[in-house]
């Protein structure tokens, strides 16, 4: 790792409660002394940029050196983000009414931009629909997602009112997910983390894959449950893991609905891996995405795609058996990437 001032950043920016925490958890967990595992950290962020929550989600106190060095960290996730994804181009995919306007074609469904919408568009709009899926500007991970049921309102007027209230961008149809995907847990839209990025000739390739579950009654699947699906045959291949991911829980059947997990069937994997790898072309300056994609009947349709990608729920040890971490495959399409 070059970056030789990142250690000091860590310390000069670090909660130390929370830091405490993670080195109590990890000692909890093996018996190691705590100033030895403190020592550790600090030669792993100095070594592989990994944050004290790198070092506990990733089972370092577990891994060789050989090991560590094949994990995405903190540090080597935001330079990869750096030099992957050009940033005057992210407004693309964070601002919503530009996000619908460049992937109309792969969105599937109805939808509309509020902004330039006059009050007789969106009450047509709203007249030929049970449930509205609204959603603010420039947000992501569902943050200020609601889904509305027309009739609970009085009249229209009560719901364009509340609509205009709540400042929202986008109003659209509210996505029926497929049967498969309502199995595993009926109260939100399951959608699969499909992560694309291009190479140096900008050939796309999709490296990963997870299927995310809500659960305990979320209406949406963030920070839920995710578990990996095999590229080749869309079934599950591993346990679910918590979102938190410094819980470090895993089912192997969904707490709520329990269906089991490993080896069930997830429909439209290879029609949902070559839609993102077309949208992956759409904006070539940003090589690195990270796609939410729900499964309906008729097939994949994409939520939205994220320009900055959670380094971690990829390379947890209950998903890694082999203890190698995602940054061999990165280097295998992009080898002159430099961290």
């Known amino acids: 790792m070059k970056d030789r001032g990142y250690i000091f950043r860590v310390l000069a920016h670090a909660s ?43 089972a370092f106190y577990d891994l060789n050196s050989e090991q560590r060095k094949t994990y995405i960290t903190r540090l080597i996730s935001k330079k990869l983000n750096m030099f992957m994804n050009d940033a005057e181009y992210a407004h693309l995919f964070d601002n919503k009414d530009e996000f619908y306007a460049l992937f109309k074609d792969y969105i599937g469904r109805g939808f509309l931009q509020l902004e330039n919408a006059s009050k007789e568009e969106i009450k047509k ?91 305990n009654g979320r209406i949406i699947d963030n920070n839920g449950l995710f578990a990996p699906v095999d590229l080749e045959t869309g079934k599950i291949k591993f346990p679910a893991h918590s979102g938190d991911t410094t819980r470090g829980v895993v089912y192997t059947e969904h707490p709520d609905t329990h269906v089991k997990l490993l080896g069930y069937q997830i429909p439209f994997v290879k029609e949902a891996v070559d839609m993102c790898l077309k949208a992956a072309l759409v904006v070539p300056q940003i090589r690195y995405i990270g796609w939410d994609v729900a499964l ?27 203890k190698i971490g995602m940054l061999p495959i990165i280097k295998k399409y992009v080898p002159d990437f430099k961290y």
Request: some cysteine; aromatic content about 14%.
């Open 16 to 58: 130390f409660e929370k830091m405490n925490s993670a080195i109590e958890a990890v000692h909890e967990k093996t018996g190691k002394n705590r100033a030895a595992i403190f020592l550790d950290m600090l030669w792993c962020a100095k070594r592989y940029g990994a944050g004290y929550y790198d070092y506990q989600i990733f």
């Open 296 to 322: 309906t009947e008729n097939g994949p349709a994409i939520i939205e795609g994220n320009t900055y990608c959670a380094h971690d729920f990829w390379q947890l040890p209950p998903h890694t058996p082999d």
């Open 125 to 215: 709009f709203v007249s030929s629909r049970e449930y509205l899926f609204c959603k603010l500007q420039d947000k992501e991970c569902g943050i200020g997602c609601e889904r509305l049921k027309v009739s609970d309102y009085k009249d229209f007027d009560s719901l364009y009112n509340y609509i205009k209230e709540k400042g929202f961008c986008t109003i659209e149809d509210s996505i029926v997910q497929h049967p498969a995907l309502n199995r595993l847990y009926p109260n939100s839209v399951n959608s699969l983390r499909i992560i694309t990025i291009l190479d140096n000739n900008k050939v796309p390739h999709c490296i990963y894959m997870v299927q995310k579950m809500g659960y």
